[in-house]
DNA sequence: GCCAACGTTGGC
DNA sequence: GCCAACGTTGGC
């Protein structure tokens, strides 16, 4: 599993929230100009300039660049069995599915880049639901964002394995959403079938050519583009390969 | 601020 | 289970 560390117990209470929510948001705004700097680590060689180039295209909106506007994700989440500090951390899509109101709270993600996107996902954005570090990788459902980000609770908690010594009450590190089941996929879409596209694009330059699959490898919550995502939900209505 | 050591992710 | 690819930490 990813640092998603699905918990089994809750199943995240969609709305009814909203103070907190937007307690966590404004405190979140100052908070991030801080932690903004040591999340932001260039990709191993690339530039710096690189680097901030590409923060700026995020921030923006409009342009030549600001084609690369994230509307959809991908969140990646263990199915098997995994002892992580004494606690299992396998959440599969039958998990999800079991949960009240097919909805869990994404916590336990404890990486910067991941984080900062959890921050930016938007009420009713869809994602794909990967199963990672499993015999079979690859994307199995369908998921919506039903809660924007709030204070990831299990930072706070000792016993949980993603416990944060160095995080305040009054200013929380970590941040979670709540997402909700949509619709399994129409077939498994193996990662194996998703990187021949994306080397094939990067050859003529199909939409998968930059999907952070592959150039972030290890990152556990990554966003797509328009093309890529409706590019991966095509691949769906063929026959697998 | 550089960089080596270390820890983690996750495909294979 | 191996190990490549990173992200983080800490010495200097």
Redesign the pocket.
Known sequence: ???PSRKRDKGAVADKKEPDAKIAKTENETSDKEEEE??A?P???SSKSGWKNWKKKESESGGEESKITYCHWLL?S?PESRL?KGVDVKFSVDDLKAQPNQTTCWDGV????ARNFLRSMKLGQQAFF?H???KE?GIVALVKIVKEAYPDHTQFDQKDPHYDSTSRKENPKWSMVDVQFVRMTKRFIP??EI?AHHLAHKADGGPLKDMMLF??????IQPLTQEEFDFVLSLEEEKPH
């Not at 404890?110 to 880049?113: A, S």
């Open positions: 599993m990813p640092w040591m999340s680590k990709p191993a060689g990646k263990e992580e404890r990486n910067y880049q990967y990672s570090n499993c990788p990662l194996s990187k150039s972030r490898q290890r990152l556990s």
